[in-house]
Structure formats: structure tokens, C-alpha cells
């Protein structure tokens, strides 16, 4: 199971730190990743960090904003974000069990988390 916290309402401008923690099993030989999908729009790719102490890749949107990073036990992502944006408002989803930049890689989903910002 992923439980992912840290969504809430911030005003433009604002940081937010996200975390998604797997419990069950390690997935830490995984890579860990963030999607969202905000109103009317489909799924997407933000973040991935991959496993056993790997890099990370970013949307080339997210760059610049937003920082994935990970738990040295491997099995807590977080995504920080900053300098929030109305655009950000969405539901946010941490994945694993696979790597990739498309919501069909992975095997294991969060149940979400809503970001509200405000202008």
C-alpha cells in the first residue's frame, strides 16, 4: 500500500511538500514516482526517482519547481514544491511497482492527495 500526505489549500507562490510512504513490502528496489491529474485533464507524469539509490527525472514542465527525493530505506517519496501555481490545483498520486513516465508502468497507486492553490 502507498498512503500519500500533504495536499491542502496554499496561496500562489507557496511551497508544499508531498510524501508517499509504502508499507507492506519494500519497494525500494523500485523506482517511486508522482503523477497528477488536474480537472477535465488526463493523468500526468511529474517525477520519478528510481530504486536502490538511482537518479531522478522530471516532466520537462516540473523542472525548476518541483524536487522528488527519497528516504534512505528507500520506501518514503516525497515531491517539494515550490512557487505553486493556480495551474498546480489537482489531485496528486504517488506510483511504484515499475518505472516509466506513463501512468500504465506502474503496478501500485496512492489513493491521491488534492493540492488546491489559490490566486
Known amino acids: 500500500q502507498l498512503q500519500v500526505s500533504g495536499g491542502g489549500l496554499v496561496q500562489a507562490g507557496g511551497s508544499l511538500r508531498l510524501s508517499c510512504t509504502a508499507s507492506?513490502?519494500?519497494?525500494?528496489?523500485?523506482?517511486m514516482a508522482w503523477f497528477r491529474r488536474a480537472p477535465g485533464k488526463q493523468r500526468e507524469f511529474l517525477a520519478a526517482?528510481?530504486?536502490?539509490?538511482?537518479?531522478?527525472n522530471y516532466a520537462d514542465s516540473m523542472k525548476g519547481r518541483f524536487t522528488i527525493s527519497r528516504d534512505s530505506a528507500g520506501n518514503t517519496v516525497y515531491l517539494q514544491m515550490n512557487r505553486l501555481k493556480p495551474e498546480d490545483t489537482a489531485v496528486y498520486y504517488c506510483?511504484?511497482?515499475?518505472?516509466?513516465?506513463?501512468?500504465?508502468?506502474?503496478?501500485?497507486w496512492g489513493q491521491g492527495t488534492l493540492v488546491t492553490v489559490s490566486s
Open positions: 506510483a511504484t511497482g515499475g518505472i516509466g513516465c506513463h501512468p500504465h508502468d506502474y503496478d501500485y
Open positions: 507492506g513490502r519494500s519497494f525500494s528496489s523500485y523506482a
Open positions: 526517482v528510481r530504486g536502490s539509490g538511482g537518479g531522478t
